[in-house]
Antibody, heavy 122, light 112 residues
């Protein structure tokens, strides 16, 4: 069964850091691009970042560029999101999502994790 | 950035009746490869989003045939031919042609 399991969320103070992980199983992880999508409480979906299957190409929304870093360890079938300089507006459920192919664009998110909550508050 | 605009914001439907959601993009989603990269997702209460439709009109694996997508260029529609209780939730369209990937604001579907 194809599965994504996020972890690492929690409460952090403004300006703090957090690293999210997404453990993948049931598919050849390195063959697919991966992405992070977030959802603020009571709000819609916002794309955050994406990474190619090899990890050689990364992409970010302007709202997180320079503060967040996406990476992957294909030997561990795990996707990461390092979040620094966190702000109150980063409070959201963070979902990892499998892209349906190697390319970050022109492909749907066909599998989603259950999400992990990040709360930025003092 | 491509802006995705969904209407209506919410929909209350009698079971067995049809429902329709519109999604308009600020730029054409037609790629030079001839395909149009518009997707539909459903987020059921308390769950993660799930893929319903890809490339405007192709149903994802396991999606019932009462769901259908149509449209071209900048105007798209998701139709549910006969709404069932399990169809409640928020529906989102998303464009996949340009970064940043962008979603519509969502349409809440409820049962009367």
């Amino acid at each position: 069964e194809v599965q994504l399991l996020e972890s690492g969320g929690g409460l952090v103070q403004p300006g703090g850091s957090l690293r999210l992980s997404c453990a993948a199983s049931g598919f050849t992880f390195s063959s697919y691009a991966m992405s992070w999508v977030r959802q603020a409480p009571g709000k819609g979906l916002e794309w955050v970042s994406a990474i190619s299957g090899s990890g050689g190409s990364t992409y970010y929304a302007d709202s997180v560029k320079g503060r967040f870093t996406i990476s992957r360890d294909n030997s561990k079938n795990t996707l990461y999101l390092q979040m620094n300089s966190l702000r109150a507006e980063d409070t959201a459920v963070y979902y990892c999502a499998k892209v349906a192919s190697r390319a970050v664009t022109t492909n749907a998110f066909d599998i989603w994790g259950q999400g992990t909550m990040v709360t930025v508050s003092s | 950035d491509i802006v995705m605009t969904q209407t209506p914001l919410s929909l209350s439907v009698t079971p067995g009746q049809p429902a329709s959601i519109s999604c308009k993009s600020s730029q054409s989603l037609l790629h030079s490869d001839g395909k149009t990269y518009l997707y539909w997702y459903l987020q059921k209460p308390g769950q993660s989003p799930q893929l319903l439709i890809y490339e405007v009109s192709s149903r994802f694996s396991g999606v019932p045939d009462r769901f259908s997508g149509s449209g071209s260029g900048t105007d798209f529609t998701l139709k549910i031919s006969r709404v069932e209780a399990e169809d409640v939730g928020f529906y989102y369209c998303m464009q996949g042609i340009h970064l940043p990937l962008t979603f519509g604001g969502g349409t809440k579907v409820e049962i009367k």
